[in-house]
């Protein structure tokens, strides 16, 4: 059985990647990387190097979401 190995960033775990073939699909625990849930990625460093960049505010996968109620951004309740 493949073990989950933890995505941290700034000393805090995000997330988890499942090893595949060769590859690895990201789980996110944090509410700030959820836009990499799924996501599958080549290595565990490039797993951890998009977690670090949506934490930091400059990921290619974050996106902007608002707290007006008028604005599901796409979600359904």
Known sequence: MTKPIVISVHGE????????????????????????????????AAAQQAARALVDGAGE?????TDTPDDTNGLVA
């Open 13 to 44: 775990p995000q997330g988890v990647v499942v090893p595949g073939d060769g590859d690895f699909r990201f789980m996110a625990v944090k509410l700030g990387v959820f836009p990499l849930e799924g996501k599958v990625f080549e290595s565990v």
């Open 61 to 65: 996968f974050g996106e902007t979401f």
